[in-house]
C-alpha cells in the first residue's frame, strides 16, 4: 500500500521514524495520539464532574469490562 503525502511531510516524519520500520512508527504515533486524547478527555471530565461521580462511572466501567471478559472467555 501507498500513501501520498507532501515531500515536506515525508521529510519530516523520516526524520522523527529514524531506524524503525513505517508500520511500528506509524503505530507508535497512533498509539500515543490516542493515550493523549483519552487523557484530556478524563481531565476535561475531572472539571466537569464530582469526585463521586467520577468513582461511580469508573465503578461501572470495570463492572462492564469484567462481565464482557466473561462473555469472551465462555465463546
Known sequence: ??????????KALQRAKRDREWGEYLMELYSENL???Q??????????LTPEELA???ASSKGFRRSFRMREGGR
Open 1 to 10: 500500500m501507498t500513501i501520498s503525502v507532501p515531500p515536506r511531510v515525508k
Open 35 to 37: 493515550r493523549l486524547r
Open 56 to 58: 461511580e462511572i469508573e
Open 39 to 48: 487523557e484530556k478527555a478524563y481531565e476535561e471530565l475531572r472539571e466537569l
